[in-house]
């Protein structure tokens, strides 16, 4: 006779079970960290001992799987938490007043970094003088809101030996002024060479950055997180995974982790074996070798996404006459060629691609993949989709890795820059659903805040509380209903990575299980609703208690 569960939850549980609908049940039974009955409360009892503990949900709860957030830059959203972030700041006075008190608070001779300035909030695109106006010979790099874009000082610029007569780098771009001169604006490509001088925080830091930061998603019910690689690149494997192995080897990692590595990083990743699925240290622990992140074009936010039709030609953008369609950053060719390297040696790939011709180069590298890696090829961001290439994603088991919270900042410079293309197709979540396509959820953090219960709920309604209370919903035909949102978050990412015991609350799976008010399943998706503004009470993840309200 099996021994009885360690722990039975009775409630409103959303098992998503199967491939459609809630798949409620009355109880789940949990013993060694699996679901061992899912179905009524007689059959939970029926399998229950006198030393189960029992959790009653109360009748304004519910339960669902634990999530999983397909898109966090892990390490670098946990050190940016030590970083002014400008995202409050909407001018140029406020943003700069932050830059000023940072520099005070700063001992001489250390870089100032920080994230979160948008061109189209202050109202042009910033200057190294107007840094230098506030923080007189400091280094700084300030990464725009969607990291494509860097702000520097013109001391961070002759740190990184940047003149009048430094050549663009291939896939990136110096901004400069009609006479030639560097503005302090870095696209691309281009913010490497500051990045690359920019002293890289120590591992003890990194380390304790991500310990932090795994609390607080856990305690909003992530339960694992895919890392698309640290935005600032080391030599070699990088510390990131070496950190990942420790800290998974150590049992300090309470969540998964996939981490992807980066271009520079493929050749070491073959010489060592490294296979993606495999584990980074020892094979109980909860870190495993993700995918190789490649990057096929920049962003909307900064004018760098690859597209089939232009935009329009805005008298302050960021680009030469002629760039019109944006620019790649990584060749089609050279794409083709990692992706295929990749995939011989067992690794698969993950490419960022937000225009719609970057997607569809994006799909023509990765389909020759498709069937012969260890996880799922994925496409990163997908926000502007030909409908000729949205069928791709079904037919050849490429997953649409998008982060539905995007769309709260993005709306009116879509709007503005894609015109009629935007909402016909933009963001096109429901067109991939219907097609088939595997849907991953994340939020891109840092680039956008870590909370996820936001991009579920814009996922459902295509809007937003700060667009106003009148706000047409953008691109209406593209919803998805609760349950492909809540299977998104959960099952989507699971699958995506090989991981067929995870995201549902059915027998034999992993109990990573989250309680949230009831009304945020209940009652109808709305901006800022229970939805958007879920807090979980309890959080198991192994079918143990990881946060408890």
């Not at 009048?164 to 696209?187: C, E, K, V």
């Not at 591992?203 to 856990?218: D, I, K, N, S």
């Not at 997953?399 to 879509?414: E, G, I, K, N, W």
């Not at 219960?453 to 047409?472: E, F, H, I």
Request: glycine share 10%; net charge negative.
């Amino acid at each position: 006779m099996a021994a009885a569960p360690q722990i039975v939850v009775r409630g409103r549980i959303s098992t998503l079970a199967g491939d459609r609908g809630p798949g409620w049940v009355e109880a789940v039974a949990i013993a060694d960290g699996r679901i061992l009955v899912a179905g009524t409360r007689d059959d939970v009892d029926a399998v229950s001992g006198p030393r189960t503990r029992r959790i009653d949900l109360a009748p304004d709860e519910a339960a669902i799987p634990g999530l999983t957030d397909a898109h966090l830059h892990l390490a670098e959203a946990g050190l940016s938490a030590d970083r002014i972030d400008l995202t409050s700041s909407h001018s140029m006075d406020a943003a700069l007043a932050q830059v000023g008190d940072g520099h005070e608070r700063l001992p001489a001779g250390a870089w100032l970094e920080g994230r979160g300035w948008d061109p189209d909030r202050l109202g042009g695109w910033p200057t190294s003088d107007a840094l230098a106006s506030v923080a007189p010979g400091r280094r700084i790099a300030i990464w725009a809101h969607d990291h494509h874009a860097l702000w520097v000082s013109n001391a961070a610029l002759d740190a990184a030996g940047i003149d009048d007569g430094t050549a663009d780098p291939a896939g990136g771009m110096i901004r400069r002024n009609g006479s030639g001169t560097a503005t302090g604006i870095l696209h691309e490509n281009a913010s490497r060479l500051v990045t690359d001088v920019i002293p890289p925080p120590t591992v003890e830091t990194g380390e304790r950055a991500v310990v932090a930061l795994v609390r607080r998603l856990v305690a909003l019910g992530v339960v694992a997180v895919h890392d698309p690689g640290a935005l600032s690149l080391q030599v070699g494997l990088g510390p990131a995974l070496a950190g990942y192995r420790r800290l998974s080897d150590a049992g300090e990692l309470a969540i998964r982790v996939h981490a992807s590595i980066r271009a520079e990083q493929l050749p070491t990743a073959i010489a060592q074996g490294l296979r993606s699925g495999d584990p980074l240290g020892h094979a109980g622990g909860r870190a495993y070798a993700g995918w190789l992140k490649l990057f096929a074009d920049g962003t909307l936010g900064s004018r760098t996404a690859a597209l089939l039709e232009p935009i329009e030609v805005e008298p302050d953008g960021p680009l030469s006459p002629g760039m019109e369609f944006g620019m790649f950053t990584t060749p089609a060719a050279q794409l083709v060629e990692l992706a295929a390297q990749a995939a011989d040696a067992g690794i698969a790939c993950q490419i960022h691609a937000i225009g719609d011709r970057a997607v569809r180069t994006a799909l023509d590298a990765l389909e020759p993949t498709a069937r012969r890696v260890p996880l799922m090829p994925r496409v990163e961001h997908v926000q502007l989709v030909h409908p000729a290439d949205v069928s791709r994603f079904g037919s050849d088991g490429i997953v649409a890795s998008v982060q539905p919270v995007h769309l709260r900042t993005d709306a009116a410079t879509a709007r503005r820059l894609w015109g009629s293309r935007a909402e016909a197709h933009g963001y096109p979540w429901g067109s991939l659903a219907r097609a088939g396509a595997l849907l991953a959820f994340g939020t891109d953090a840092p680039v956008e805040p870590i909370d996820p219960w936001p991009g579920l709920a814009m996922a459902v309604a295509r809007r937003d509380v700060s667009w106003g209370s009148d706000a047409d919903a953008f691109g209406p035909a593209e919803v998805v209903d609760l349950d492909q949102s809540l299977r998104a978050a959960c099952v989507g990412p699971a699958v995506a990575a090989a991981e067929q015991d995870r995201g549902r609350l059915v027998a034999g799976q992993r109990a990573d299980l989250v309680v949230i008010p009831r009304a945020a399943l209940d009652e109808p998706v709305e901006p800022g609703g229970p939805l958007a503004v879920a807090r979980p009470r309890l959080v198991l993840i192994d079918g143990r208690v990881a946060f408890e309200a």
